[in-house]
């Protein structure tokens, strides 16, 4: 009873109630029936399940689905829950709901958790610590700030953060030690009037809250520049970048990050 699972795919047994599918381990178990109405109460109220306890699972909302999960992990009790993409079957606002609902849970059970996902979203937002694994390898450990503000990699450089880190190579930028150059698209101003490398925009993305102009350049290539705001910029505009002083990435021959 020391750990608990939560799965992609919920394994709820379907023709079971929520109550029931929640307290099925501890009934199993052998655990009395008042132990187990007692913690499945608990873990109802805790995920705002209480009006679903007479529903099968048929009857549940995906997101709803999924804290039935939780819930029959949290009965028990545990010392260490694994999470294993939990949120992948959900849509973007369930995902949202739930991840938060997770993070809730963390704080008031204080138990820990290992979460495993390819959302760096959720990685970033619900870890105390983050292991980066490529093929199988640790490339990286690191709290969600330390993988953003110091990657150990190119790898790591480039999965942290949305939209993706630029890569320049080093001799375009006269660096004949680095063979990459990192920096991210919000580290960076953007003129029509001066600035460190000129090119043209070839698209541009209006979110309302940032605006992504993407950018060739003689210079560096292809850049991507992330403004907060709204900005009138268009497609053959002629513009100029300029990267914040300090937040460039120096990587080497073996991508590994240069001291």
Known sequence: RGIAMVFQSYALYPHLSVKDNMGLGLKQAG?????IEDKVGKAASMLSLDPYLARRPA??????????????A????????????PLSNLDAALRVNTRLEIARLHRSLKATMIYV???????????????????????????????YNRPANVFVAGFIGSPQMNFIEGARLGD?????????????????????????VV?????????????????VGTITVRLFGEHRYAPDDIVYATPTVGAMHRFGDDDRVLA
């Open 31 to 35: 655990a009395p029936k008042a132990e």
């Open 59 to 72: 009857e549940l909302s995906g997101g709803q689905r999924q804290r039935v999960a939780i819930g029959r």
């Open 74 to 85: 949290i009965v028990r009790e545990p010392k260490l829950f694994l999470f294993d993409e």
């Open 117 to 147: 996902t390819h959302d760096q979203v959720e990685a970033m937002t619900l870890a105390d610590k983050i292991v980066v694994l490529n093929a199988g390898q640790i490339e990286q450990i690191g709290s969600p700030m330390d993988l």
């Open 176 to 200: 004949v030690k680095a063979k990459t150059i990192g920096i991210r698209p919000e580290h960076m101003a953007l003129s029509r009037e001066s600035g460190d490398w000129k090119g043209k």
């Open 203 to 219: 698209h541009v993305e209006h979110l309302g809250a940032d605006t992504i102009v993407y950018i060739d350049s003689e210079q």
